[in-house]
């Protein structure tokens, strides 16, 4: 049985996508994939617009961190290469 979709995390990422954060972000917060934010969003019917119709995020998070995190190069990051 899958419990990574609880209903608690099923309401921060209908939170977080209304806030108008992108689908990385998101998945980046989650810990998941931006593929499987994309797929829960579609099951749950969440409306999908062009991230200019949606509200600027929230400056709950430092949007900076979370950008750094996401498009760090894969294995580089963990391994504590320099990027």
Do not use: H
């Not at 579609?42 to 200019?52: A, E, H, I, V, Y």
């Not at 961190?65 to 760090?72: E, G, K, V, Y």
Request: with cysteine.
């Amino acid at each position: 049985m899958n419990t990574f979709w609880t209903p608690e995390r099923e309401a921060r990422l209908t939170e977080l996508w209304e806030g108008g954060y992108s689908r990385r972000q998101i998945g980046v917060l989650m810990d998941t994939t931006r593929n499987a934010v994309i797929s829960k969003a579609r099951r749950m019917c969440l409306k999908f617009g062009p991230p200019s119709v949606r509200a600027e995020p929230p400056e709950l998070l430092d949007k900076n961190a979370i950008l750094a995190r996401a498009t760090a190069p894969v294995g580089l990051a963990q391994k504590g290469a320099r990027v």
